[in-house]
């Protein structure tokens, strides 16, 4: 399965930017699908996270209000719509699919288990 996520860039503090992942595995709509970021001299966190059939979704702390996940099984794709964006926003957001994930481990980047290649967002001041 490839994972190609788009619409990274370059963003002021307070603006939005729409990250999008389209799969291309048939299976796609029995999957579950998350956004992961890694900043820079941080570790992975998974910011947003959202079930097979959309019925959960998981948001991190830091990005609550914040970020919106949402999928299209039709069109084989997952959203991340960013408002807001701060400074500590800045990282490569991955995106990456969990083939079954407990309600309770969304928030764990150990349950997905495959990775697609990471889209640059910088957010400056």
């Known amino acids: 399965v490839q994972l190609q996520a788009s619409g990274g860039g370059l963003v002021q503090a307070g603006g939005s930017l729409r990250l999008s992942c389209a799969a291309s595995?048939?299976?796609?709509?029995?999957?579950?699908m998350g956004w992961i970021r890694q900043a820079p001299e941080k570790e992975h966190e998974v910011v947003a996270g959202i079930s097979w059939n959309g019925a959960i979704k998981y948001y991190g702390d830091s990005v609550k209000g914040r970020f919106t996940i949402s999928r299209d099984n039709a069109k084989s794709t997952v959203t991340l719509q960013m408002d807001s964006l701060n400074v500590e926003d800045t990282a490569v957001y991955y995106c990456?699919?969990?083939?079954?994930?407990?309600?309770?481990?969304?928030?764990?980047?150990?349950?997905?288990?495959?990775w697609g290649m990471g889209t640059l967002v910088t957010v400056s001041s």
């Open positions: 990456a699919r969990g083939t079954y994930i407990r309600a309770t481990d969304f928030g764990r980047t150990s349950s997905y288990d495959h």
């Open positions: 595995d048939r299976a796609f709509s029995s999957y579950a």
